[in-house]
Nanobody, 123 residues
Framework: QLQLVESGGGLVQPGGSLRLSCAVSRFTLDSYAIGWFRQAPGREREGVSCISRSGGTTNYADSVKGRFTISRDNAKNTVYLQMNSLKPEDTAVYYC????????????????WGKGTLVTVSS
């Protein structure tokens, strides 16, 4: 089965930056579109960004567009989420997820999930 492991979360000040990583094992990364999702306490999980299998197409939620950048290095089987200009409302557990076809911003559209990494934005 496909396995995904997130890393790179932590505590940052508002306006700061973090880069999250999603490492994929057992299967080659280029077989899957990869999305980033997040879930804040008391809220439903929501889509943040997604990148196509080739990396040629990316999508972003309106709330993060212009601040976050998704990328992938298929040779390293890793997807990244560069997060800049972080805001307190970005605080959440961030998950990466895989889909065998095209990008989806919906939780139910993803086939495989990592266990998440916590991002806390606070002064």
């Amino acid at each position: 089965q496909l396995q995904l492991v997130e890393s790179g979360g932590g505590l940052v000040q508002p306006g700061g930056s973090l880069r999250l990583s999603c490492a994929v094992s057992r299967f080659t990364l280029d077989s899957y579109a990869i999305g980033w999702f997040r879930q804040a306490p008391g809220r439903e999980r929501e889509g943040v960004s997604c990148i196509s299998r080739s990396g040629g197409t990316t999508n972003y939620a309106d709330s993060v567009k212009g601040r976050f950048t998704i990328s992938r290095d298929n040779a390293k089987n890793t997807v990244y989420l560069q997060m800049n200009s972080l805001k307190p409302e970005d605080t959440a557990v961030y998950y990466c997820a895989a889909r065998s076809t095209y990008c989806s911003g919906y939780v139910d559209g993803m086939n495989f999930w990592g266990k998440g990494t916590l991002v806390t934005v606070s002064s």
